[in-house]
């Protein structure tokens, strides 16, 4: 079984930190993924990877960038985090074709 | 960019019941891939069943089973014989066979199950 594991289920920092979420892969997939799940509105692709420091810009972008040195290990990172980023952050890997596979979550909560 | 549509916000049945969850797409490609997936209150989120565009027979996996009408782009879940267990948030989610990276995901349907 593929397994997706997130560094922390629940974080809470303050404005203005830097913050690091991090997710690590064991199946070798290409493809990784950052989502932020809020009531009524789904998931919201954030950023994803389909190779080793290879990124694009999912639909809300702004304020997060990601890193992703290794195949098995995306990070994303809140550069300045702020209260409108209090949320669910979902990380998911995919091999080529295939459904998604998901990690934990992390809620965090910015004070 | 495709769209995903669930117009479903919340649902509920009555155990051992059967429901059906709604999902329709929007989408000008002809081959893809759709899914259902299950997240249960603070748990992780999992796939429950999925669905080739080009392969006509529904899809079923136990209690799970599709409706698949691709002229009418939709794809529905029916879920037969209720369990508690089946209590969650229910996302339908699609993507290309073509472009292949990038999901699209419904905003969900949170499904209670009285007992």
């Known amino acids: 079984d593929v397994k997706v594991t997130q560094s922390s289920r629940y974080l809470v920092k303050r404005t203005g930190e830097k913050v690091f979420l991090e997710c690590v892969q064991d199946m070798d997939h290409e493809n990784m993924f950052w989502y932020r799940q809020d009531p009524g509105l789904g998931l919201r692709l954030i950023y994803f990877?389909?190779?080793?420091?290879?990124?694009e810009k999912g639909d809300i972008p702004e304020g997060y960038s990601v890193s992703r040195e290794k195949k098995e290990r995306f990070s994303l990172i809140l550069e300045s985090a702020s209260t409108n980023q209090t949320s669910m952050y979902l990380c998911?890997?995919?091999?080529?074709?295939?459904?998604?596979?998901f990690g934990d979550g992390t809620r965090l909560s910015i004070l | 960019a495709q769209t995903v549509t669930q117009s479903q916000p919340e649902m509920s049945v009555q155990e051992a019941e059967t429901v059906t969850l709604s999902c329709t797409y929007d989408?000008?490609?002809?081959?893809?891939?759709l899914f259902w997936y299950k997240q249960p209150p603070s748990r992780q989120m999992i796939l429950v069943i999925r669905q080739e565009a080009y392969k006509q027979q529904n899809a079923t996996e136990n209690r799970f089973s599709v409706n698949f009408q691709k002229a009418a782009k939709s794809f529905s879940l029916k879920i037969s014989d209720s369990q508690l267990g089946d209590a969650a948030m229910y996302f339908c989610?699609?993507?290309?066979?073509?472009?292949?990276?990038?999901?699209?995901f419904g905003t969900g349907t949170s499904l209670t199950v009285i007992p």
């Open positions: 998911a890997s995919t091999a080529p074709r295939g459904p998604q596979h």
């Open positions: 990877s389909y190779d080793v420091k290879m990124k």
């Open positions: 989610a699609y993507r290309s066979a073509l472009t292949g990276n990038q999901f699209y």
């Open positions: 989408t000008s490609e002809s081959d893809y891939y």
